[in-house]
């Protein structure tokens, strides 16, 4: 496996590749990640993971400074999943000069994570269309516990015309439910005990809603209520319908539910896709 961590050198390393998969992460790999990379290398005859610490995809006053640097742990777990370069650049790399040029999401961007993440979203795109340019992938590898930003990033792709498939990978969970995440490890013992609890509520309003109830409203407002006694700090729980991130009408049956929420001071995020 080789680690590069210049853009020439990289385009070196793929100039005669014919088959390429993308996975990129911000690294600190969990097992969601390395599942992404399994799904990659059945994709592509090279499979790249890029790791990088995006800062423009962090709102002011986020994680960016103490978010994991795991570099060295993290190859060791991408050699043993198959894969055969890892891009890490540094900040003066990806960004030479100031990203002046960012590109602006769809209006989907604005509610859910986006509504309480100022300029995430045009972080996540930018970088993401960065990357495609440097690495001109086939085939790109995200997965769909970040349901909105696998969501923005089809819609980049169509809009922006990328001959790229994107696929998505289904989330990987702890055996109590939990959602496998970075941000997990930020959790204190008596924290990651109740952590379950969004899952939980996600859960839960799938199953009324798949036994007929419509109410989704109501249905939210009951699991923010129920967060909220438990001492969670609730942005969003939401139900919309997966081809437009829209609150469902009476026809729509391809549903989502998503939460996001703070537990002290660790923000989780969650979802649930389903029929009813």
């Known amino acids: ?7 020439g050198e990289l385009r070196a390393r793929l100039r005669a590749v014919s088959s390429i998969a993308l996975v990129p992460t911000m690294g600190n790999l969990h097992a ?3 599942a992404l990379v399994e799904e990659a290398v059945r994709r592509g005859k090279c499979v790249v993971a890029s790791i990088f610490v995006n800062r423009l995809q962090f709102e002011p006053g986020g994680d960016f400074d103490r978010y994991p640097r795991t570099l060295a742990h993290d190859c060791e777990a991408l050699a043993k999943a198959g894969c055969h370069v890892v891009f890490a650049p540094d900040e003066n790399e990806l960004y030479p000069e100031p990203q002046e040029i960012l590109l602006v999401p769809p209006k989907s961007a604005e509610q859910l994570c986006g509504q309480f993440r100022p300029g995430h979203f045009q ?12 690495v001109a992938p086939h085939t790109a590898v995200f997965g769909r516990k970040d349901y909105q930003q696998l969501f923005v990033i089809r819609a980049l792709v169509r809009q922006m015309g990328y001959p790229i498939e994107i696929v998505g ?24 005990a109740a952590a379950v609890r969004l899952s939980q509520n996600l859960k839960r ?3 009324l809603v798949e036994s007929g109830q419509r109410d989704f409203d109501a249905l939210c407002a009951s699991a923010t209520a129920d967060l909220t006694s438990a001492g969670w ?3 969003y729980v939401a139900v919309r319908n ?15 539910v998503l ?14 896709e389903f029929r009813a």
């Open 32 to 34: 969601g990640h390395i």
């Open 123 to 134: 972080g996540v795109l930018t970088v993401v269309a960065k990357l495609f340019n440097i």
């Open 169 to 192: 990978v289904e989330t990987k969970r702890e055996p109590d439910g939990l959602a496998l995440s970075s941000r997990n490890g930020y959790l204190s013992s008596e924290e990651r």
């Open 205 to 207: 309003i799938k199953g």
């Open 242 to 256: 997966q081809s437009g991130l829209a609150f469902p009408g009476p026809s729509d049956r391809d549903l989502v």
């Open 233 to 235: 700090r609730v942005d």
């Open 259 to 272: 939460g996001g929420a703070w537990l002290g001071k660790t923000r989780l995020i969650d979802n649930l």
């Open 1 to 7: 496996m080789d680690v590069i961590h210049t853009v």
